[in-house]
């Protein structure tokens, strides 16, 4: 065995490789980034406030330039970055990133739709229960 082959290592795809009742990969929405999700809410909750970019920018100290880049879903900014945002934006992380997670679900959501492969159940509907105590916390969701 050669140095070469030693140091190859099995590929493992992170998605299922498509087959051919899959609909082609140009024909289903991109999935969203979360770079994309983050800036967005951050530009929409500014704009809002009507805050300007310098405003926020000069509040948060985080340069102008980033700031635009952040909100364009161009840069992934870190977590410091994205509370600094956030705070001069009367938000904190948490709201930020709340809002964010609504957002992708609802893309999510609305891309599940599109797809025309059933989910598993006749009309594509999935199968859903609890079992436990009800509440806001009680019980397990079991899905099919």
């Known amino acids: 065995m050669t140095i070469r082959a030693t140091n190859q290592a099995d590929v493992i795809p992170l998605r299922p490789l498509p087959t051919a009742a899959d609909p082609a990969p140009q024909d289903l929405p991109r999935e969203p980034l979360w770079r994309d999700l983050v800036g967005e809410v951050l530009r929409r909750e500014r704009r809002a406030r009507g805050r300007t970019l310098k405003d926020v920018s000069e509040a948060s100290r985080i340069?102008?330039?980033?700031?635009?880049?952040?909100e364009r879903g161009r840069k992934e900014a870190s977590?410091?970055?994205?509370?600094?945002?956030?705070?001069?934006?009367?938000?904190?992380?948490a709201d930020v990133l709340a809002l964010a997670g609504e957002r992708l679900v609802s893309l999510t959501a609305a891309r599940t739709r599109t797809r025309s492969r059933p989910l598993g159940t006749a009309g594509g509907q999935r199968s859903v229960r609890t079992t436990g105590p009800a509440g806001p916390l009680g019980g397990v969701l079991l899905a099919a």
């Open 79 to 93: 977590s410091e970055v994205l509370a600094a945002a956030a705070r001069a934006l009367g938000l904190s992380l």
């Open 63 to 70: 340069s102008m330039a980033y700031l635009s880049e952040v």
